[in-house]
């Protein structure tokens, strides 16, 4: 239990930092018959591709048949006639896996899992939530924010939208669960405070979610060069909560640049709120391991503000 924060220098610092604990656990881990692989969680973006870089570097280091991951998210709506055309498509986080890790170990993980969001056709799903809006028997929105999450019931009236969640949402969390759960979590931070897809004021308990996503999200997309358009940008995706996240014994945050400097300081500082899921992690601490790992730039408006944090380990890397 507890809650430590690492301020780094910068993105490459804090790819070693966060390198250094993640093949630290792998190779700490004791196969038993309770656990006989360890199982990882693991997130897309930008930020972690340096941690990636290390693991691969390192590869040598650690018996990988022993290791079974389980990736955050993945896009609804990405272009390609199949779910094999889709998961395939530069975009998909199926693709930036294999091509930021996966492809690069010679020994694999014994077996890698990403929702499969690609095997859900957008047009259907839309087909199907407009046919039936505002009729709680087939699904109903949850969320304070423009990001919502599509609750669908166990005795809902869609076929479609009941496989979706006996299928793609249910046996995401089943698969997980047949593994023993997760032994550690890796995740980013959205702009606004999220976990993977689990948008901002979407309920904190939620645990595998079909969301429709935030307009902040997918004018990030975009702008970050992952899409040419709105319009051609995935307006949903498949994604574990913030309830099946905090589940994990152990979770590294990474979190670099000006743009998550206010959610990092919220999110430390306090309250718990679902307006920004990763305020929760100042309430899973009390029970699991609680790792920071954050760059100056991300830190900025917590720096000098240690007394606040006094509940918090607190590690300051040469900043000069």
Known sequence: MGFQVYVTRDKRQMSRVAGSIVLGQILSFIPSKEKEKMVLGLATGSTPMGLYDIMASNQHLFPAQRIVSFNLDEYVGLPGATPEERAQHPQSYAHFM?????????????????????????????????????????????????????????????????????????????????????????????????????????????????????????????????????????????????????????????????????????????????????SFSLAYAKKGRMIYVVDELAAKDVLGKESALSSKEIYLSDLR
């Open 98 to 278: 294999s091509e930021q890790l996966f492809k690069k170990l010679s020994s694999p993980f014994l077996k890698t899992f990403i929702p499969k969001g690609t095997e859900i056709e957008e047009e259907k799903l839309i087909q199907e939530l407009e046919s039936h809006r505002d009729d709680p028997s087939y699904y109903e929105l949850k969320g304070t924010d423009l990001g919502k999450a599509v609750s669908i019931p166990d005795t809902t009236k869609s076929n479609y939208l009941s496989w979706i969640k006996r299928e793609i949402l249910d046996g995401y969390e089943e698969l997980i669960r047949s593994y023993g759960g997760i032994d550690l979590q890796v995740v980013g931070v959205g702009e606004k405070g999220h976990i993977g897809f689990h948008e901002c004021g979407i309920p904190l308990e939620e645990r595998m979610l079909l969301v429709k996503l935030d307009e902040n999200t997918i004018q990030n997309a975009v702008k970050d060069g992952h899409f040419k358009s709105i319009e051609e940008a995935p307006h949903y995706a498949v994604s574990m909560g913030a309830g099946l996240v905090y589940e994990a014994p152990m979770i590294l945050l990474l979190a670099n640049g000006e743009r998550k400097r206010e959610a990092i300081a919220n999110s430390l500082l306090g309250p718990v709120t679902p307006d920004l899921p990763i």
